[in-house]
């Protein structure tokens, strides 16, 4: 699998994914700076966590705009997988790849703690390597996190399994207390009509080495090696 | 020319900024407020002397950029 | 020369220099010197910039040893840690402005202290905080706790630098001055360290980053101010932070550094350009040409004397090679930062500074510097307190003062505090917040820096000396207990006002006592910070030195966390217990009293325990670890429990020692270890000479002390996780 990460000013958890990537597919992937028209062939692109322009105006709302990210929907649009994490899906969102926004978390707070996530979704290029129902924990760490959709998308998610991974207590029950940002039905990431774009709040990336925050994330890298080979 | 901007959250779209300052005013004894929004508002200077031009290219940066329209609405005022 | 203001004596008062200051001053300059020229003076001269009440006793600090790389005097220190990388780190203070605007003035604090690393040519990889606010019935308490927490993280989190450790506590004597020291632990090429000594008549200096605005005009002399109820209303004196253009920075310096390119690299901080290019100069004996009408600004006519004095945030000064002018162009234009080449330096040993083509200062270096005032302001030393015994402090039931202690400000959980703190980014913190220290793993070694800050305030007011000691050995011993072998300090001295005999003396006490445990425990200071006057209408906070300690793992999958994890452990206690309660929490909080000389520390002990337990540690003898401190020994197991989810069985206390003193004292030098067989943890303390005991066994679920009665975990956690968010909401 050849992966593409695309870079912003601002970016911050590049390093993480790129090490994840490599990890599960023993290839380093290329990383494209925003700036750049032209995204290198590849069979996954991949946009990071951090804060790219500051989170100014709005998370993701800039590098929405950037020349990387016309090249991205052109090769999204031709069925190339893309993966945003984080601020990432923040990113796809405000470019309209992905329905729905995402708000200020509801504590107003920054939060960054481990949480409990349920697959919701095993059928598909980012998670066969899971199975449905199946509860891992993977951290979080971000101020604008809170999904939100008009309730005729969200019940389209909802009825056609687009709903990816939603927070849920450790023993795999969705309860407010452990949704950290106050996201709508719980959601923690979703895929586009095709599954082929997948956006989620919390890092898997950072879930993937034993000596460092477990291999609960791992799951993810493997499922898209297994399918991208 | 100047314009002016001012984005808000749709109706509807729970505000928990809006909600903390509400709650917040409340504390401090101002009784009576029943909602508060809270909202974006940017200043520019625009090269433009049409009028009409001008609020064209602004409404077309808030569509673009200066708004989330799934979330958010938005005020074009054109100064002089 | 322009046409002169009228330096009158109340514009030198409103500078802050004293009459004999201001002589020295017109010795230095034959003649009087423009307004712009005096501002100058005024912040190279002020407490902040030139130590001027501390410099004869920071001397006294050990500043050298083997793995030392680089002491005090530049922007950071740097210490070997093998592998060809260097360790560089500091601590500072922003406490005045986190206190006008505690979200501002926090991050700005942050970002300070990054750029302060990030000269020297690492990539930081953790920040931490120590901070000290007053009563938390006070009614600005709750307002500044939520803006310097937000603050630090709005900044850390969105530069991307782990926010890894910290203390907080809360104390009525900063209820006017509050602290907010952070500190930032960062990785670079050990033979390829960055220092701030202009070199090479003929070379350009360059002005990158961030545009200059009126900002934070003053703010070292403003760092250097008794608190007085009118100063809060000098609000547009604090700086805004600007995370984003701080990370494009960090970004274009570092890769600017890879080039061959950089002379000389200074951060503009306190006092901005002017203390940059004047300590550049200086440590190169040189001297250096400024024209202001280059540099890049944001405001309309500003002034010399403006531009020279703005803190504007996220800027550097860099002194380049012959001809690398335009690789840095190309550098910071991709990264679309400002960079303009606004000066030279020359073999004059004068800073000459024009505006719109005039000369409007020129001040003769070396003696700006040299001859600083320099005061070895009279001291007395704070009185001797009598030793409380431990017989004589009211007994309390040992569960009910621990259901009572978990829960009071100083002792609860701080995870609402760094839940908003970005621990993980990077993917290398191995041990997070809520241990004894963070450990942070060294990318492509199998290493690990560990890191911590601490001090204990109130063994600092009732002995200034052993008080230093104490806060340098609990940094020393909490890296210990995550089984890292102590390398270095930072410190930040947060006092009073110096020109008091009583505050001189707990800065001369506090400096002698971290001094000798310093040496005795070969852990130099390697940077540091001072701040004085923190005192508002004359009440002064108590004396603060905090001490930022770095350790090193070779194998950091070697380290042990706190944690309690499967019953049936034994719990050894290492170190000896006398039961004292002079100065303790329990003295405070329980009995109300605060009073008593502090637990007497023995640098000679430290050491053999400490080494035992990093022995131990590294033969994998132990599984868990904990140093004792605030609370003693039940505080100790009640964290570990919460920690790892196990509780404990205790043995009842031991005859000759009074309980309170047996399950609250808080004797130095002891680690609470938990081990799967107690036999080779005792043996081996008995071969190294350290007392050593088994108090109890690891058990699920609840906190049970023989002949005492129990409390569950979850009774417990509750106690100890709901304070802070319940005070905050």
């Known amino acids: 699998m050849r992966a593409a990460v695309v870079s912003f000013p601002g970016s911050n958890r590049e390093r993480d994914i790129v090490m994840a990537l490599e990890r599960a597919s023993g290839k380093k992937p290329v990383v494209v700076w925003h700036g750049e028209a032209e995204i290198p062939d590849c069979d996954l692109i991949v946009l990071p966590g951090g804060f790219s322009y500051g989170d100014y105006l709005r998370a993701g709302a800039m590098a929405a705009h950037s020349p990387a990210m016309k090249e991205l929907k052109r090769k999204a649009a031709q069925g190339v997988p893309v993966l945003g994490v984080c601020n990432g899906f923040q990113i796809l969102t405000e470019a309209g790849l992905l329905p729905g926004a995402l708000m200020r978390n509801a504590s107003l707070k920054f939060v960054c703690r481990q949480v409990h996530l349920r697959v919701e979704e095993s059928q598909s290029l980012f998670t066969n390597a899971y199975e449905k129902g199946q509860v891992i924990r993977v951290p979080v760490a971000h101020a604008d996190g809170n999904y939100t959709a008009d309730p005729e998308t969200l019940k389209h998610m909802e009825d056609r399994g687009l709903v990816a991974f939603r927070y849920v207590t450790a023993d795999g029950r969705t309860d407010p207390a452990t949704n950290p940002n106050g996201s709508i039905h719980a959601i923690a990431g979703i895929f586009n009509e095709t599954k082929t774009v997948l956006g989620l709040m919390p890092h898997p990336e950072d879930a993937t080495d034993p000596d460092a925050g477990g291999m609960d994330g791992f799951g993810m890298f493997k499922s898209l090696v297994d399918a991208l080979h | 020319m100047k314009a002016t901007v001012h984005v808000t959250l749709k109706p509807g779209v729970l505000d928990p900024q809006g909600q903390a300052i ?40 808030c569509e673009k950029l200066l708004a989330n329209t799934v979330i958010e609405s938005y005020r074009v005022e054109i100064g002089s | 020369m322009i046409p002169n203001a009228k330096i009158t004596d109340a514009v030198v008062k409103e500078h802050g220099l004293t009459a004999d200051e201001y002589a020295l001053l017109l010795k230095i300059m034959d003649r009087e010197p423009t307004l712009a020229e005096l501002g100058i003076f005024s912040v190279m001269w002020s407490e902040h910039c030139s130590y001027k009440s501390s410099r004869v006793w920071l001397k006294t600090f050990p500043v050298s040893g083997p793995k030392v790389l680089q002491g005090p005097g530049e922007n950071a220190g740097a210490v070997d840690i093998g592998d060809g990388l260097a360790a560089v780190f500091k601590i500072e203070s922003h406490n005045h402005p986190s206190f006008i605007e505690p979200y501002q003035g926090a991050a700005t604090g942050v970002g300070g202290i990054l750029r302060d690393v990030f000269t020297m040519g690492a990539r930081p990889i953790a920040n931490l905080n120590a901070l000290r606010f007053g009563d938390p019935s006070h009614p600005k308490t709750k307002h500044l706790v939520s803006g310097v927490v937000a603050g630090i993280g709005g900044y850390g989190n969105c530069i991307g630098v782990p926010t890894v450790a910290g203390e907080t506590n809360f104390h009525p004597s900063y209820n006017g001055n509050i602290l907010v020291n952070a500190m930032t632990v960062g990785l670079a090429r050990a033979d390829r360290i960055f220092k701030a000594a202009a070199r090479g008549p003929g070379n350009r200096v360059l002005y990158v980053g961030a545009k200059t605005g009126r900002d934070g005009i003053h703010g070292a002399t403003m760092a250097s101010a008794e608190f007085t109820e009118e100063s809060e209303a000098k609000r547009p004196t604090v700086q805004v932070g600007d995370p984003f253009t701080e990370k494009l920075l960090l970004e274009a310096c570092l890769e600017l550094m890879a080039e061959d390119a950089i002379v000389a690299i200074q951060d503009m901080g306190a006092a901005g350009l002017t203390s940059s290019s004047v300590e550049m100069a200086a440590r190169g004996g040189l001297g250096i040409e400024l024209d202001l009408d280059r540099v890049p600004v944001r405001e309309t006519g500003m002034t010399a004397y403006e531009i020279m004095l703005s803190e504007s945030q996220e800027r550097m000064l860099l002194v380049v090679k012959p001809g690398a002018e335009t690789i840095a162009e190309r550098i910071f234009a991709k990264w679309e930062l400002d960079c303009a080449d606004i000066g030279v330096v020359t073999e004059t040993g004068h800073l000459v500074v024009s505006k719109n083509g005039v000369v409007e200062i020129d001040i003769p270096v070396a003696p700006l510097v040299d001859q600083a005032p320099l ?116 410190d930040n001295l947060n006092f009073g006002n110096p020109e008091r005999p009583e505050i001189m003396g707990q800065i001369v006490g506090c400096v002698e006592g971290m001094s000798e445990a310093c040496r005795a425990l070969d852990y130099p200071v390697i940077s540091g910070n001072v701040s004085l006057y923190n005192e508002t209408n004359g009440q002064a906070i108590m004396p603060t030195p905090v001490v930022g300690g770095v350790g090193l793992l070779d194998e950091y999958t070697k380290t042990v966390g706190i944690g309690l994890r499967q019953p049936g452990q034994a719990l050894v206690l290492l170190g000896e217990t006398k039961g004292w309660l002079g100065a303790s929490i329990y003295l405070r909080d329980i009995a109300g009293w605060e009073e008593g000389a502090p637990p007497p520390v023995d640098l000679a002990a430290e050491r053999r325990n400490g080494d035992l337990v990093r022995r131990l540690i590294r033969e994998g003898k132990v599984l868990a670890c904990h140093d004792l401190s605030d609370g003693g020994l039940l505080v100790a197991v009640a964290e570990m429990a919460l920690a790892g989810g196990v509780g404990a069985r205790l043995d009842a206390s031991p005859a000759g020692i009074p309980a309170a003193g047996w399950w609250f004292g808080e004797d130095q030098a002891r680690y609470l270890v938990a081990a799967a067989s107690a036999e080779p943890i005792l043996a081996a303390a008995t071969a190294a000479g350290v007392p050593a005991r088994v108090v109890g066994t690891t058990e699920a679920d609840s906190l049970t002390l023989a002949g005492s009665g129990a409390i569950s975990l979850d009774e417990l956690r509750g106690i100890h996780e709901g304070w802070l968010p319940g005070y905050m909401s």
């Open chain 2, 22 to 61: 509400g709650h917040a005013l409340s504390g401090l004894g101002f009784a009576g407020v029943t909602s508060v929004r809270m909202g974006k508002f940017l200043e520019l200077d625009l090269a433009e002397t049409d009028r009409a031009k001008a609020e064209a290219q602004v409404k077309a940066m």
């Open chain 3, 375 to 490: 005061y070895r302001r009279p001291y007395v030393a704070s009185p001797k307190r009598v030793e409380i015994k431990a017989a004589n402090v009211k007994v309390v039931d040992p569960v009910h003062a621990l259901k009572r202690l978990m829960g009071t400000p100083d002792q609860a959980s701080k995870r609402w505090i760094w839940d908003q703190y970005d621990h993980l980014v990077g993917n290398d913190t191995i041990q997070t917040p809520g241990g004894d220290a963070a450990v942070v793993r060294v990318r492509d070694t199998r290493k690990a820096l560990a890191m911590v800050v601490d001090c204990t305030p109130r063994y600092c007011v009732a002995d200034p000396k052993t008080g230093g000691m104490q806060a340098v050995a609990e940094t020393w011993r909490n890296l210990t207990a995550v089984g890292a072998e102590p390398i270095a300090i930072t």
